[in-house]
């Protein structure tokens, strides 16, 4: 007997990304206040602080750059996934 979707599933998996989506976002605001905070309460020169705040937005930048590619390559297969299951189901 044939499942008939409601829809439901893809409510469901639209929350996951979501929720993924917003967790990766958290994380990169996080570790940017976190790093800015830490290097503007210790207690070194202006010019070494501004070095290591650079430092950081940069490794913030690349961390950012890096899981975005990761949520792109997983929204990525999930859509093939997706086009895969399609296909199947109308038989093409």
């Known amino acids: 007997m044939a499942?008939?979707?409601?829809?439901?599933?893809?409510?469901?998996?639209?929350?996951r990304d979501?929720?993924?989506?917003?967790?990766?976002?958290?994380?990169?605001?996080?570790a940017f206040i976190g790093?800015?905070?830490?290097?503007l309460t210790a207690p070194e020169s202006g010019r070494r602080t501004r070095r290591r705040l650079r430092r950081a937005a940069?490794?913030?930048r690349d961390d950012a750059a890096s899981q975005l590619d990761e949520l792109a390559d997983e929204v990525k297969g999930r859509v093939d996934d997706a086009i895969k299951v399609a296909r199947k189901r109308l038989g093409s």
């Open 3 to 15: 499942e008939i979707s409601t829809g439901q599933d893809a409510r469901d998996e639209d929350d």
């Open 35 to 39: 790093a800015g905070v830490a290097l």
């Open 18 to 30: 979501g929720g993924l989506l917003n967790f990766v976002s958290g994380l990169i605001l996080g």
């Open 58 to 60: 940069v490794d913030v």
